[in-house]
């Protein structure tokens, strides 16, 4: 068996360190590309979301270099996440592409089912190397999310953000490669030492708040590397969705406890939006009404074309936008999104939050000065 997996950020690094734990023969696929793009919207029917067609362009790409087995999440609710894979081995099929694919759907649909599947791939390991595999690779989720989270608070911070990229990235490689929790826990410590030795800027950053489907909130190549974008116009960014917080949902069914700003935020969907939608719909409310309270100068939605979830979460942004007195944008990215015209948008979005923090500046300052 030599199993691959789909891209979606840096989840890479904390499937690997699983499957090389429990003694699998892991493919990667090549980092996602034009190419990638290209191999998923040929195969793919027209009207699938982008990271339906990312996924099989990926799957595609790791079948050239070897792997024969797939390992993918499944999904419950009105979200057609919860179809890829059969989709996706139909049309592998069709091209004369035989692969398996291991689907683990969440624990709360059918814990019996998850177990099983994890048997099928592992064969005779103990349930003790098992649950030593998943802790690690926890760790490392863990790690990825608090280097990620310093990356997005310095950005707009300091004098050289190319040197911080680069302690970035070295910190990324290390995780991957660290071999126990111990190195794993070294390494975050050593890049919040480097990263704290930066030069910083004395200017107060913009702060925006990034909501949506997750995986184009957390897979660069497919929201044009938002996050990147934003920091280096001088805005710090805060997501909804952060790796762990999603393993924890859909894997451990929510047991493990998970630092997180948005935690509770679904509960605020309530007022505009108070039934299930599917995907991450509701948070995408939730999380927008949090923000605006914890006084964010703006949000921005990123969701594929045709997302369903994710268009009847923007349904209610007007009144969120009037309630709150707050800027919202969405963006609707497929293969055809044009990189110009996302700068140019988001640039005349981030005039409107600038223009909206100074007048409260000037609103707090004159109140102070009356009293």
């Known amino acids: 068996m030599r199993i691959t997996y789909p891209h979606m950020g840096n989840l890479y690094i904390v499937v690997r360190a699983l499957l090389v734990s429990l003694g ?15 191999l998923g ?60 694919m291991v689907v683990l759907e969440p624990p709360d649909v059918s814990f019996e089912e998850v177990k099983d599947k994890i048997r099928l791939l592992v064969g005779g390991l103990s349930w003790w190397q098992i649950f030593k595999a998943i802790r690690f690779a926890w760790c490392k989720a863990r790690a990825l999310d608090e280097v990620e989270g310093r990356l997005l608070h310095l950005r707009p911070r300091v004098e050289d953000p190319l040197q911080l990229e680069k302690l970035y990235r070295e910190a990324l490689q290390e995780i991957d490669n660290a071999a126990d929790r111990r190195t794993v826990q070294r390494v975050v410590v050593d890049y919040q030492k480097k990263t704290g030795r930066l030069k910083k800027q004395q200017k107060k950053p913009l702060r925006i708040g990034l909501v949506g489907e997750i ?48 935690a509770h935020d679904k509960e605020l969907a309530s007022p505009y939006l108070n039934s299930f939608v599917g995907g991450h719909g509701v948070e995408t409310v939730g999380c927008t009404v949090g923000f605006a309270r914890r006084d964010y100068d703006g949000v921005i939605q990123l969701a594929p074309l045709t997302c369903m979830p994710e268009i009847v979460a923007h349904s209610v942004f007007p009144a969120l936008a009037k309630d709150y007195d707050i800027p919202l944008l969405t963006f609707y990215l497929d ?23 100074r007048k409260k500046e000037e609103q707090m300052s004159g109140s102070v000065f009356r009293n």
């Open 24 to 38: 699998l023969d892991v493919v990667l696929p090549p980092q996602t590309s034009r190419r990638t793009v290209e």
């Open 335 to 357: 293969e055809h999104s044009g990189e110009a015209g996302i700068q140019t948008r988001l640039e005349a979005f981030l005039d409107l939050a600038a223009a909206r923090s």
């Open 41 to 100: 919207v040929r195969y793919s029917p027209e009207f699938a979301c982008f990271p339906f067609k990312l996924n099989l362009g990926n799957y595609l790409e790791a079948q050239e270099n070897g792997a024969d087995t797939i390992l993918m999440a499944g999904g419950v609710g009105p979200c057609r996440f919860g179809y890829y894979a059969q989709v996706q081995k139909q049309i592998l099929s069709d091209l004369g592409v035989d692969m398996e």
């Open 215 to 262: 995986f184009t909130v957390l897979e660069p190549f497919a929201n044009y590397e938002m996050e990147k974008r934003l920091g280096l116009l001088g805005v710090e960014v805060k997501r909804s969705i952060w790796l762990s917080a999603w393993i924890n949902e859909h894997l451990f069914g929510g047991l493990l406890r998970v630092k997180n700003e948005c």
